[in-house]
């Protein structure tokens, strides 16, 4: 990939151009899961000599050299070997939070470089930020500001819109992600015909190059696609997927499903047969985690209508991944813009599946909000990330389940 130009100690974009998301709450709970086994944290070779330096009590090995890279040691159990018993970190506490590895201080923000600015988006594999828990994002702009010279973000070029095609403007990408943001924002929609309709203006730009519109031309694109897309999703009927959607559906659920961390003590076999009972969907969930309630299958299927606000985290969720401009290109695969934004609205099917899961758990007839925040810290502690997901089988499965009938069928469905 080009880059147009590095961000350092004097580049203006490390500053005032740092655009953080309205509608997001954050402060890190003190939970822990970060720390036992979900991060892998690299460090640098000067954070690495200033901690293998130190004398740590009970820390007898506290780095790991990995081929070109090194970092933090793990337990036998995914913990983070300065993590204490207390779910405090162990280098925070002696040297204070600046010595702490740049990966930590970052987590769940991830600042994104694109369309001239450094947008920011989170990890909503991160309870707290799944919850919406704390204070605005805002108030972490000055801490967030300090550490970006220290990252050297790449400005990168326009994406495509699709594969093999010319790349887009930045004004482009942005004029077009702020309609279906708009979209997911519309309180004159219900919440579950946002997303629909989000989904049927997303997949009609397929056909459409939009790097042929000049600026009026595309104004009247989107006001037109969105009102037909709104009146679709209107008048839309809940109708059970195909067969083959829903083979495919499965495949992806035991995916995302899957808790990959250090530490994870599932063998191979283990494994195996919990992607194989997801995918059969017969009789119980199997345990992909340690949360997951054992309930039939059957229970994702019942035709429950959701209270307004259980869709909150997911709306939530989809506008600030958005507006971070980091759902496709670098931060998801390589994918090109309308590929990445498909299979980011192909999340909230997942999500509304697994919101379904905890909600028969706790013996709702629905999910309610926190059911579905959950959900959205299970499918997002996946998407983008794990490896998996770059093979060819599984983009042959993402490129079947975002097309306009699918994507369309699994929301009215299961959403």
Same mark, same amino acid.
């Given at each position: 990939?080009?880059?147009?130009?590095?961000?350092?100690?004097?580049?203006?974009?490390?500053?005032?151009?740092?655009?953080?998301? $309205?509608?997001?709450?954050?402060?890190?709970?003190?939970?822990?899961?970060?720390?036992?086994?979900?991060?892998?944290? +690299?460090?640098?070779?000067? &954070?690495?000599? $200033?901690?293998?330096?130190?004398? @740590?009590?009970?820390?007898?090995?506290?780095?790991?050299?990995? /081929?070109?890279?090194?970092?933090?040691?793990?337990?036998?159990?995914?913990?983070?070997?300065?993590?204490?018993?207390?779910?405090?970190?162990?280098? +925070?506490?002696?040297?204070?939070?600046?010595?702490?590895?740049?990966?930590?201080?970052?987590?769940?923000?991830?600042?994104?470089?694109?369309? /001239?600015?450094?947008?920011?988006?989170?990890?909503?594999?991160?309870?707290?930020?799944? &919850?919406?828990?704390?204070?605005?994002? &805002?108030?972490?702009?000055?801490?967030?500001?300090?550490?970006?010279?220290?990252?050297?973000?790449?400005?990168?070029?326009?994406?495509?819109?699709?594969?093999?095609?010319?790349?887009?403007?930045?004004?482009?990408?942005? $004029?077009?992600?702020?309609?279906?943001?708009?979209?997911?924002?519309?309180?004159?929609?219900?919440?579950?015909?946002?997303?629909?309709?989000?989904?049927?203006?997303?997949?009609?730009?397929?056909?459409?190059?939009?790097?042929?519109?000049?600026?009026?031309?595309?104004?009247?694109?989107?006001?037109?696609?969105?009102?037909?897309?709104?009146?679709?999703?209107?008048?839309?009927?809940?109708?059970?997927?195909?067969?083959?959607?829903?083979?495919?559906?499965?495949?992806?659920?035991?995916?995302?499903?899957?808790?990959?961390? +250090?530490?994870?003590?599932?063998?191979?076999?283990?494994? @195996?047969?919990?992607?194989?009972?997801?995918?059969?969907?017969?009789?119980?969930?199997?345990?992909?985690?340690?949360?997951?309630?054992?309930?039939?299958?059957?229970?994702?299927?019942?035709?429950?209508? @959701?209270?307004?606000?259980?869709?909150?985290?997911?709306?939530?969720?989809?506008?600030?991944?958005?507006?971070?401009?980091?759902?496709?290109?670098?931060?998801?695969?390589?994918?090109?813009?309308?590929?990445?934004?498909?299979?980011?609205?192909?999340?909230?099917?997942?999500?509304? @599946?697994?919101?379904?899961?905890?909600?028969?758990?706790?013996?709702?007839?629905?999910?309610?909000?926190?059911?579905?925040?959950?959900?959205?810290?299970?499918?997002?502690?996946?998407?983008?990330?794990?490896?998996?997901?770059?093979?060819?089988?599984?983009?042959?499965?993402?490129?079947?389940?975002?097309?306009?009938?699918?994507?369309? /069928?699994?929301?009215?469905?299961?959403?």
């Amino acid at each position: 990939m080009r880059c147009s130009r590095l961000m350092g100690d004097n580049d203006p974009m490390s500053g005032d151009v740092l655009n953080m998301p $309205r509608e997001q709450c954050y402060d890190c709970t003190g939970c822990g899961r970060c720390c036992s086994g979900v991060l892998t944290v +690299h460090v640098t070779a000067e &954070e690495a000599a $200033r901690l293998g330096a130190l004398a @740590w009590a009970d820390v007898p090995q506290p780095l790991v050299r990995e /081929g070109e890279k090194t970092r933090l040691a793990h337990r036998d159990d995914g913990r983070c070997v300065f993590l204490d018993d207390a779910n405090r970190c162990r280098i +925070h506490a002696q040297l204070g939070e600046a010595a702490k590895p740049l990966a930590c201080r970052l987590y769940p923000l991830l600042p994104v470089p694109a369309a /001239g600015q450094v947008r920011l988006d989170l990890r909503f594999g991160c309870p707290a930020v799944a &919850e919406n828990s704390g204070r605005p994002v &805002e108030a972490h702009r000055p801490a967030l500001r300090a550490l970006l010279p220290a990252l050297h973000l790449a400005q990168p070029d326009p994406p495509a819109q699709l594969p093999g095609q010319k790349p887009m403007t930045w004004p482009v990408v942005e $004029r077009v992600t702020r309609a279906v943001h708009d979209v997911l924002a519309d309180t004159m929609l219900v919440p579950r015909e946002r997303i629909a309709t989000a989904i049927l203006l997303a997949d009609a730009f397929r056909p459409l190059f939009l790097t042929a519109l000049e600026p009026d031309s595309l104004e009247k694109v989107l006001a037109t696609f969105t009102r037909t897309a709104a009146t679709e999703a209107v008048a839309a009927r809940r109708t059970a997927p195909p067969g083959v959607v829903r083979a495919a559906f499965r495949q992806l659920l035991a995916l995302y499903g899957q808790e990959d961390r +250090h530490g994870a003590r599932r063998s191979l076999a283990a494994r @195996w047969r919990g992607y194989l009972g997801v995918v059969t969907g017969v009789g119980r969930m199997p345990a992909l985690r340690p949360d997951f309630p054992a309930v039939p299958f059957t229970a994702m299927e019942r035709d429950t209508p @959701w209270p307004r606000e259980a869709y909150e985290p997911l709306l939530r969720c989809l506008r600030v991944r958005l507006e971070s401009l980091g759902f496709f290109g670098e931060r998801f695969y390589g994918a090109a813009y309308l590929d990445g934004l498909l299979a980011l609205l192909l999340t909230a099917p997942l999500t509304a @599946w697994f919101a379904r899961l905890y909600a028969a758990g706790a013996g709702l007839p629905a999910p309610d909000a926190a059911c579905t925040a959950r959900a959205v810290a299970v499918v997002h502690d996946a998407h983008g990330v794990t490896p998996t997901l770059t093979l060819p089988a599984q983009r042959e499965r993402l490129t079947l389940l975002t097309q306009r009938k699918a994507l369309a /069928g699994l929301w009215g469905w299961y959403g």
